[in-house]
């Protein structure tokens, strides 16, 4: 049975979504193919017959977030009455580096005061968003400011802030070959830019254990 958009097999809360209107299954297929024959494989026996299908199939849901926006993620808001600050630690992010496309892997922290309504935004939400920008070739830095400012543009919130901390493959598997090494990078919109004693609290509680 197809997907529908926003499912999760595996209950973890993250988007999974049909392939993009752009995605072409077939074309995939070949490509893969025409790969294995590139690095002097042999496609056509046992172990690797049916793995042009596997990786188109991997592709519809890696690639995925090419076919969303920030708005197919923050689907829900309430009026909340609320002013302070709202923080989600240690949300998981899985993409792929697009010099390489290799994957990179860690956390997300994103926080956010509400807009002039108290308005909130569904906790889930946020770890939605993350996936929105993840699945799709990507580089880090782009991420996260895409991630906040998508937030920006669709909760209009007072601030915001992303901290992402992630290992990446190209790195640990080629290169210089430094597995553990963690690239973090941020964003900082709103009050969390203007004002040093909101983004100190912000950094104090994503960095607490």
């Not at 097999?9 to 193919?33: C, Q």
């Not at 992010?93 to 956010?112: D, K, N, Q, R, W």
Request: net charge negative; aromatic share 4%; glycine share 10%.
């Amino acid at each position: 049975m197809a997907r529908r958009p926003g499912d999760d097999p595996a209950g973890r809360g993250l988007t999974v979504a049909e392939p993009h209107p752009g995605f072409d299954h077939g074309r995939i297929e070949k490509a893969i193919r025409e790969l294995l024959f590139a690095i002097g494989e042999d496609p056509d026996r046992d172990g690797l017959r049916d793995t042009p299908a596997r990786v188109a199939r991997a592709f519809a849901e890696q690639f995925a977030g090419l076919g969303q926006r920030p708005e197919d993620a923050l689907t829900t808001m309430f009026d909340a009455d609320h002013d302070e600050m709202v923080l989600v630690k240690d949300i998981e992010v899985m993409s792929t580096c697009e010099h390489h496309l290799l994957p990179f892997h860690g956390v997300a922290h994103i926080g956010y005061t509400p807009n002039e309504k108290g308005q909130i935004t569904g906790l889930s939400k946020l770890a939605r968003l993350v996936d929105v920008y993840a699945r799709r070739p990507q580089v880090q830095e782009r991420m996260t400011s895409q991630i906040a400012d998508g937030l920006m543009r669709v909760l209009e919130p007072r601030g915001v802030i992303v901290v992402i901390e992630a290992e990446h493959m190209c790195m640990t598997m080629r290169g210089v070959r430094k597995p553990g090494a963690k690239t973090i990078t941020s964003a900082v919109r709103g009050d969390f830019r203007s004002s040093e004693a909101t983004r100190a609290e912000a950094m104090s509680l994503i960095l607490r254990g």
